[in-house]
């Protein structure tokens, strides 16, 4: 007699494709967010790491 299942048509159930999609795109947002924070921390790494270089050979009088 049912129509299925009720707990499908409330808002808030896990399973219902809106929610499941508000999940993945939380999830791919998230994603995305942290790669560009550790692109941001290799960069910042490799530039500092050269700038001690840098002052290094100005140390050594290599470099002026």
């Given at each position: 007699?049912g129509?299925?299942?009720?707990?499908?048509?409330?808002?808030?159930?896990?399973?219902?494709?809106?929610?499941?999609?508000?999940?993945?795109?939380?999830?791919?947002?998230?994603e995305?967010?942290?790669?560009?924070?550790?692109?941001?921390?290799?960069?910042?790494?490799e530039?500092?790491?050269?700038?001690?270089?840098?002052?290094?050979?100005?140390?050594?009088?290599?470099?002026?």
């Amino acid at each position: 007699m049912g129509g299925g299942d009720l707990n499908l048509k409330k808002s808030w159930h896990p399973q219902t494709l809106r929610n499941v999609e508000k999940v993945w795109k939380a999830e791919q947002k998230h994603e995305a967010e942290r790669k560009k924070i550790e692109e941001l921390q290799r960069e910042l790494q490799e530039e500092r790491a050269r700038e001690e270089m840098q002052r290094y050979a100005e140390d050594m009088g290599t470099v002026r």
